[in-house]
DNA sequence: GTGAAAGCGCTAACAG
DNA sequence: CTGTTAGCGCTTTCAC
């Protein structure tokens, strides 16, 4: 097992000292172009490469971010964090993928964690609203999808209110009458404002609804076969098809509903017309239209985003970048 | 902006060096009851917490690993990544998450990375088989699903060969005579396996059957689109329903049969039975029977491993483990 | 029981 | 243009 390979084993080689050799790796200070040749052979005659834990705890500066993610599981978030991936690997960060399963005190300690492990930045994706205050943030921050109370983070959001508007308005444009909401049963920033959305549009129609057109159930892939069981027995109860369509929240649900529908012999879309929100590759392939959220670009422009506040080492004051949504239509509302 | 607290600091108001602080941080050489007990009121007091950089420098352990991951978009691998964040997270390890796209080149590159940003460990899954030959291969490294040609590393694997099995018998028991094979264009070790029990089951009831029933089709989420295509396609050629039994070695690739199937009005399972592979929830929200593998186990197995090499720092020999698998009987082969 | 000192591998002044 | 020096924050002998 021969000795790892250091900055200083190059530098008597070559005949210099560590020094020069560290400035023709960061191009930075001046050198000859002679020794600067005779390095570069050298280094990749050894494969050197630096240390990054050294060079971490010198800089300060580690080349790595968190990105912490209510569930990787979940196809819409890691979609997200493919992008983030991708785009950071491209600039030689990596990044660390934290599942806070949407709790708070997970994300908390995750948030420490990271930051003693030097991340330079974090990336919250959340469907959750609440964000803990962390008063001795030193590092840049932006959130997706969330809206946190303190400044000094960058939000991207795509465009949940027209995402809602979009889905009312073809479901009414079909000749829908009668409109049921399936929601989660939290109250998340972008569900609210997806409800927020639909809602406008129905009053604008001159159609209102109350909490009895509304059915709250459980949300995730683990959940969602809770969901079409709590929506049978709600319609169940009802005893009667009060209603010609449906504007869920989420793509699962969507499906849930549609489960659900189909197991008491309902035809969708004759009967019943369908949308779901996400547009994730279950829509896609079991036929259900739904409001499409652009995952790669949610991801990679609040990458973007970050090493931007990383490397300016400025401070930016707290912004929103809002992408639009569109609606694909499939075979539920045709 | 105060500055930041390190271990000095903490030496300073307890009156006693940073050595000693250290030792009580670390439960390590020896102190008297009493200045523990200030440094760790002073701990607690200022939230001091050591800097995970400068220990990973001295001490040539980072509490992290990574994992590299052909597609975190793949509910398959997503779940067992989860299971390694989880198991990991229970005992401070963070893990980085690489996405290979299959590309050995970026393997590599991830891999040099990653050893450069100090990790204790990797873990590769694949479903390829090939696998690079590190020469300098210094830290511990298990592997899921897939069989390298070099010592030094832990396998876990689930039983593919029994899947395959498992799948011919139970095709065979509910009647169908003449069965059609839908694979991965790929020879992955896992897809392998597969086939061979599959095939194995059929010679032992005397049923046998060449290329001509063997489809080969891309896979991947993305390209699940294109299986169905091709799939429609081969079937359009040969005009009429030459079997009645489908073993598709993918969820994904059991899907795009059965709906290639469905829009050519085929039923199922009175016409063609169906069993995929890997259960994941496609296969359960689309009714689809098939060979479950544990993926929870599979992770967590993984990173227990792995830790387990880390912490003992003993050469173990090479070690391989195998899941059992089981089927789960949905209406597609009922 | 405790501390001084050395040093992990690298970079950033500052001299020369 | 190049080298010396001084750390980054922590752990670890080895003296006391």
């Known amino acids: 097992m021969k000795k790892k390979l250091t900055i200083k084993g190059i530098a008597e080689m070559a005949g210099v000292s560590s020094a020069t050799v560290s400035k023709v790796l960061n191009n930075t200070g001046r050198y000859s172009e002679e020794t600067k040749q005779t390095i570069l ?11 990054a834990v050294a060079k971490s705890l ?52 995750y948030f420490k964690e990271l930051e003693l492990k030097g991340v330079d930045g974090l990336i919250y994706l959340s469907a959750s609203d609440e964000l803990f205050q962390m008063k001795t943030q030193r590092i840049p921050i ?15 959001t795509s465009d949940n209110f027209q995402g809602g508007m979009l889905a009312a308005e073809r479901l009414i444009e079909k000749g829908c009458k009668n409109l049921l909401l399936v929601r989660d049963y939290r109250d998340g920033f972008p569900t609210i404002e997806r409800v927020r959305g639909f809602e406008h549009v129905l009053r604008k129609h001159g159609l209102e609804f109350g909490e009895e057109r509304t ?19 709600t319609y169940h109860k009802e005893n009667a098809l009060k209603f010609d369509g449906i504007f869920a929240t989420t793509d699962w649900l969507a499906f849930g509903a549609k489960q659900a529908l189909e197991g008491y012999g309902v035809n969708i879309p004759e009967q019943v017309k369908i949308i779901g929100y996400d547009n994730i590759s279950l829509a896609q392939y079991t036929s259900l239209s739904s409001i499409n959220q652009d995952k790669e670009s949610l991801g990679k422009l609040a990458a973007e985003r970050l090493i931007q506040m990383i490397e300016q ?14 609606l694909v239509e499939r075979d539920s509302t045709r």
């Open 58 to 109: 010198r800089t300060r500066k580690s080349k790595t971010i968190g990105a912490i993610v209510p569930d990787i599981t979940n196809e819409f978030f890691s979609r997200i964090v493919l992008a983030i991936e991708n785009y950071c690997g491209e600039l030689g960060y990596s990044v660390f993928i934290c599942n806070s399963n949407e709790s708070e005190e997970k994300e908390l300690q």
């Open 41 to 51: 052979d050298l280094v990749k005659e050894h494969d050197y490469r630096p240390n």
């Open 313 to 326: 080492e400025t401070d930016v004051p707290s912004q929103m970048l809002t992408l639009p949504v569109e």
């Open 215 to 233: 059915i709250k159930v459980e949300v995730g892939i683990t959940q969602a076969k809770s969901a079409v069981d709590h929506y049978l027995q």
């Open 142 to 156: 932006v959130c997706i999808d969330r809206m946190p109370k303190f400044h000094n983070v960058a939000i991207i």
